[in-house]
């Protein structure tokens, strides 16, 4: 089956630095994905999406890169904060062929030092 | 605005005892709804999903069961709990296929 992945299950960071957390995808035909935050004991919240038809979304200290040639996407956290501390996931949010099922990723935890 | 709320936020049940856990869903219809299970440090683990009333797809066979009596809510079940359904229960609602999924905030079970 397709999967989404993770290259790094823990960054570590200081206060103030730049972020990056990547992620792999197999399903060369995906074309939506999502990242999400969860903190400590919460479920995960959703930070920003990027399509397939775009190379770059920014949000609010987040940028969103998608290579498609070599199937990865990167969430960048600018200006790293202690309250940026949580596990981040990719996803993709329709796996395809008719299915319901979303596919997350295994998550990448960030530990941001003050 | 949507909202989604699941309870109890901790439990603690013995071998043996039965589950129910319940998610609703207020500020919007006919959205999808998911169970999923997350073991520590790990990704998560889609255990059931709805379309509707009625409609409920099983993603892993378990010792667990899941219904949808009414549009907007989600219930998680087990007549029998086991050590090993131990973990963090997360329920989401979405759209639709292919949308955003929004997260309630969990409840962290543990079977003694």
């Known amino acids: 089956g397709e999967s989404v992945g993770l290259h790094l299950p823990t960054l570590s960071v200081q206060e103030g630095d730049n972020s990056i957390i990547n992620c792999a995808y197999s399903?060369?035909?995906?074309?939506?994905f999502i990242w999400y935050k969860q903190e400590s004991g919460k479920g995960p919240q959703f930070i920003i999406d990027i399509r397939s038809n775009m190379d770059k979304r920014q949000g609010q200290r987040v940028t969103v890169l998608l290579n498609k040639t070599v199937k990865h996407l990167s969430l960048q956290i600018a200006a790293t904060q202690p309250g940026d501390s949580a596990v981040y996931f990719c996803a993709e949010p329709f796996s395809g062929g008719g299915s319901y099922i979303p596919t997350f990723g295994r998550g990448t935890s960030l530990i941001v030092h003050p | 605005s949507q909202t989604i709320h699941q309870w109890p936020a901790t439990l603690v049940q013995p071998v043996g005892s039965p589950l129910s856990l319940e998610c609703t869903v207020e500020?919007?219809?006919?959205?999808?709804l998911y169970w999923y299970r997350q073991a520590a440090g790990r990704g998560l683990q889609l255990l059931f999903y709805s379309v509707g009333i009625g409609q409920i797809s099983s993603e892993v066979p378990q010792n667990l069961s899941a219904s949808r009596p009414q549009d907007r809510q989600f219930i998680l079940s087990s007549k029998k709990l086991l050590l090993s359904d131990s973990g963090f229960y997360l329920c989401a609602w979405s759209m639709g296929v292919g949308q955003p999924q929004h997260f309630g905030d969990g409840t962290r079970l543990s079977i003694l």
């Open positions: 500020g919007t219809s006919n959205p999808n």
């Open positions: 399903n060369s035909a995906s074309d939506y």
